[in-house]
């Protein structure tokens, strides 16, 4: 296991009924931005609920927040933030909405001239304007990490920033929010969170015995409260195993110690802005490619997680590794999710030397746990994936 240090400093309050806590989490004098997306909370009673919260608090509101949050709605909340003085914001909603609004934490109290720079130049985050999120779609773990992903359409680019300064002060999780989810959500929410537990965990052994079994206790409850949740979203026990486990997969917790992957999201965010397929699908279009792309590197934890997790018992390292990425690609078509390119475009000529292009211009020369992932291994890979 190698050395770690580990600070998550995000108060969780979990369980039915959480959202009325928030007016006693949020200093009685601040003046709080709310930041929602598209309209979500005003059909399902949250929105009313966190008004009722925050009834004795200066609200201003802020909504319209797409999927995959957009840098020029949120330089608008920016002016917003700026205008009215704004000093706490509080996110009701999904990643999307999450990481605008870290991203707002950060440029509110940013120094130099464009915000976007955050983004281009990887400038850490040591200190942020405060902010709490209700969490209405389990998925990105954001809720609980300090990490997000902003787009801007109008470069075709979807950037990640962080730093200690953005882990949220609180967060809510209601598991009631999930029954008004639509299939398609909760299906992206089931393979984003496994998709996180498996760049966490396919890599090499470690001798991280502990973290091994936490990545898979994930991946055995997510597997096990698919099925449930999809049939049922009001099912409370399978809502709350599934809205925990997706916060635990990207909390940091199981990432200790051990060495971590990342390259199925840093290829899948380039479909995401280029195409604007949801971020969950591309994993499942870029994983199954990029494990086979990389057997003999991860051969090891891939034959462990076909023996532990899907009870591939016959056959060699490498064709139990081989069994357990064909068992990973059914699940994925299982929730409903196609796990080739060509089944979102037709347009995908092309589309591997686009990615291996931007990632050398970007100087991102070595991807993987391994960091010898080069751009031209990256073409590959996804052209595998078409
Ligand atoms: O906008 P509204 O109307 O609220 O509708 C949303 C949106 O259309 C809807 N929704 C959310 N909660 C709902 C609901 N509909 C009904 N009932 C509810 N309770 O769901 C749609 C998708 O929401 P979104 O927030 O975009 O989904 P998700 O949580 O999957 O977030 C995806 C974003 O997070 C980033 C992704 O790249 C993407 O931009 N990620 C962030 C990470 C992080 N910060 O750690 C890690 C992830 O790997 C990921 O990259
Ligand atoms: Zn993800």
């Known amino acids: 296991m190698k050395n770690f240090e580990f600070k998550n400093p995000t108060k969780i309050l979990f369980g039915k009924g959480q959202i009325e806590k928030i007016k006693s989490e949020i200093p009685a004098d601040a003046k709080v931005l709310m930041l929602y997306g598209g309209g979500s909370i005003k059909k399902n009673g949250i929105y009313e609920q966190v008004n009722t919260a925050l009834a004795n608090h200066e609200v201003v509101e802020f909504g319209g927040i797409p999927a995959n949050p957009e840098y020029a709605v949120l330089m608008k909340a920016l002016k917003v933030i700026k205008e009215e003085k704004i000093t706490y914001l509080l996110a009701v909603g999904g990643g999307s909405v999450i990481d605008g609004t870290k991203f707002l934490s950060a440029a509110a109290l940013y120094k130099g001239d464009e915000p ?3 983004l281009t130049n990887n400038i850490p985050t040591l200190k942020g304007m405060p902010f709490g999120t209700v969490l209405t779609l389990p998925a990105t773990g954001s809720e609980m990490n300090s990490g ?43 393979a984003d969170a496994f998709t996180h537990v498996l760049e966490q965990y396919l890599t090499y052994p470690a001798e991280a015995y502990l973290q091994d079994r936490f990545a898979e206790s994930i991946l055995q409850t997510l597997i096990e409260v698919a099925p449930k949740l999809l049939e049922d979203p009001s099912d409370h ?11 635990m997969a990207l909390n940091g917790l199981i990432q200790q110690g051990v ?73 994925f078509n299982k929730l409903g999710i196609d796990t080739k390119l060509s089944q979102y475009t037709n347009d995908y000529n092309g589309t591997a030397e686009l990615i291996s292009k931007r990632f050398t211009e970007r100087g991102w020369l070595g ?7 080069k751009p031209k291994d990256v073409e590959t890979i996804v052209k595998m994936a078409y």
């Open 116 to 118: 976007w720079d955050i």
């Open 148 to 190: 997000a992903v902003i787009t801007r359409k109008e470069t075709k680019e979807k950037l990640a920033m962080g730093g200690v300064g953005l882990f949220p002060v609180f967060s809510v999780l209601d598991p009631q929010v999930i029954r008004s989810i639509p299939h398609r959500q909760l299906a992206n929410g089931i």
């Open 237 to 247: 026990a399978a809502a709350s195993n599934f809205m925990w486990s997706c916060t």
């Open 259 to 331: 060495p971590s992957d990342w390259a199925v999201h840093a290829m899948g965010h380039e479909l995401t802005a280029l195409y604007g397929i949801d971020h969950a699908r591309t994993l499942a279009v870029i994983a199954p490619s990029h494990y086979k792309f990389n057997l003999e590197s991860k051969k090891e934890k891939l034959a462990q997680y076909g023996e532990r997790i899907w009870n591939i018992t016959e056959g060699s390292t490498k064709e139990k590794a081989m069994a357990a990425i064909e068992r990973t690609e059914t699940f």
């Open 367 to 373: 991807l993987g746990e391994h960091q010898n992932l």
